[in-house]
């Protein structure tokens, strides 16, 4: 069964160090999603992407945050210089479309430490 | 701007008895309204869905309820067993471009 990668699984970093998660979506899905779950906490939204382009972000998703779909196939979500508060698990997720049918499929998650 | 409200935070119920999660949510415009579980260490996965012209769907042990007049929906799980313990999170979706998760609840399942 077809399912989105991540990669990294863990990641340990540095504050004011650049960070790039990577995201494999599922083949035929064209809506992507950055989503951000810290500890034990809900599960956030950051950015959708389709068609190339970001299509809608939350207040969380500010200027040191940006994604990209290099190739036909990674996603990726970068953060140019991380914060303590950037420490989460990160997922990405893929839907095959945006209607009323559009379950979210998730990667394994992509868990950031910053020290 | 869109948000969802999930209560309770935490319920424990005994293995057998049904358990009930209740969630409400702002947007009128929200057309679909998945229900998603979280094993611990783990990544959500979809366990049931319904969609705004339908009052209640069921599949097996689980069943969700919606009340768009009121503007909320339930999750009901009947016969508990232990490995249904996890967190549960409900969602909804405009039809635009993202699903918005209500704070989850963790449902302990005690045998």
């Known amino acids: 069964e077809p399912e989105v990668t991540q990669t990294p699984s863990h990641q340990v970093t540095q504050m004011g160090q650049e960070v790039i998660l990577r995201c494999v979506p599922i083949s035929n899905h064209l809506y992507f999603y950055w989503y951000r779950q810290i500890l034990g906490q809900k599960v956030e939204f950051l950015v959708s992407f389709y068609n190339n382009e970001i299509s809608e972000k939350s207040e969380i998703f500010d200027d040191q945050f940006s994604v990209e779909r290099p190739d036909g196939s990674n996603f990726t979500l970068k953060i140019r210089s991380t914060k303590l508060e950037d420490s989460a698990m990160y997922f990405c997720a893929s839907r095959e479309d945006r209607g009323v049918s559009g379950e979210l499929f998730f990667g394994e998650g992509s868990r950031l430490t910053v020290l | 701007g869109e948000n969802v409200e999930q209560h309770p935070s935490t319920l424990s119920v005994q293995e057998g008895d049904s358990a009930v999660i209740k969630c409400t949510y702002s947007d009128s415009a929200s057309n679909y309204f998945p229900w998603y579980k979280q094993e611990l260490g783990k990544r959500p996965q979809l366990i049931i869905d319904?969609?705004?012209?339908?009052g209640e769907k069921k599949d097996q042990r689980i069943a969700v309820t919606l009340n768009k007049t009121a503007k909320h929906f339930s999750l009901h799980i009947t016969e508990t067993q232990p490995e249904d313990s996890a967190v549960y999170f409900c969602?909804?979706?405009?039809?635009?471009?993202?699903?918005?998760f209500g704070a989850g609840t963790r449902l302990f399942v005690k045998a």
């Open positions: 969602a909804t979706h405009t039809g635009g471009f993202k699903t918005i």
């Open positions: 319904i969609r705004s012209n339908v």
